[in-house]
Antibody, heavy 121, light 106 residues
Framework: EVQLLESGGGLVQPGGSLRLSCAVS????????MSWVRQAPGKGLEWVSA????????YYADSVRGRFTISRDNSKNTLYLQMDTLRAEDTAVYYC??????????????WGQGTLVTVSS | DIQMTQSPSSLSISVGDRVTITCRAS??????LAWYQQKPGKAPKLLLY???RLESGVPSRFSGSGSGTDYTLTISSLQPEDFATYYC?????????FGPGTKVDI
């Protein structure tokens, strides 16, 4: 059974940092692209970042490029999102999402339950 | 970036009715389109991909069609558990983009 479990969310002040983790099981993690998708309170879905299975290719939305860093540790079956210089508009539920095998341009067939990040003073 | 629009933004409907939701991309996306269902407080759930391919386990009352820039999600006979918000997503190119959503309620 495929499972994705996010952690690391919480309350942080503007300008602060936070690292999200997504622990996965039930599939060969290193073979699959992964993404982070967020949803601000009462709003729609926004793709944030993607990473290839090897970790060698990364992609970002313009809204987070230069502030967020996606990475993965395939030995630990874990995906990360390092979030720096956080802004109020980064407040959202952050989901990790599984893509397809061997391609980054993919839909998302499994999602985690989400972790809430609140940026406020 | 490819912009996605959806219509309608919301609709009030009854159990048993047929539902049609339209999604339009700002440029051709070669059927690289997925549909998701999201219920309050829950993660999105994949319904269809490649515009018309039904994800495993999804009821056959859900169907998709379209090509080029215009795509449609149809629910043939709405069931009580189908009241939710529906999103389309293009995965033709990064940045991946979602439509603004269509809320289906009573």
């Amino acid at each position: 059974e495929v499972q994705l479990l996010e952690s690391g969310g919480g309350l942080v002040q503007p300008g602060g940092s936070l690292r999200l983790s997504c622990a996965v099981s039930g599939f060969t993690f290193s073979s699959y692209a992964m993404s982070w998708v967020r949803q601000a309170p009462g709003k729609g879905l926004e793709w944030v970042s993607a990473i290839s299975g090897s970790g060698g290719s990364t992609y970002y939305a313009d809204s987070v490029r230069g502030r967020f860093t996606i990475s993965r540790d395939n030995s630990k079956n874990t995906l990360y999102l390092q979030m720096d210089t956080l802004r109020a508009e980064d407040t959202a539920v952050y989901y990790c999402a599984k893509g397809l095998r061997n391609t980054v341009t993919t839909y998302f067939d499994y999602w985690g339950q989400g972790t809430l990040v609140t940026v406020s003073s | 970036d490819i912009q996605m629009t959806q219509s309608p933004s919301s609709l009030s409907i009854s159990v048993g009715d047929r539902v049609t939701i339209t999604c339009r991309a700002s440029q051709g996306i070669s059927n690289s389109l997925a549909w998701y269902q999201q219920k309050p407080g829950k993660a999105p759930k994949l319904l269809l991909y490649a515009a018309s391919r039904l994800e495993s386990g999804v009821p056959s009352r859900f169907s998709g069609s379209g090509s080029g820039t215009d795509y449609t999600l149809t629910i043939s006979s709405l069931q009580p558990e189908d009241f939710a918000t529906y999103y389309c997503q293009q995965y033709y190119s990064t940045p991946f983009t979602f439509g603004p959503g269509t809320k289906v309620d009573i």
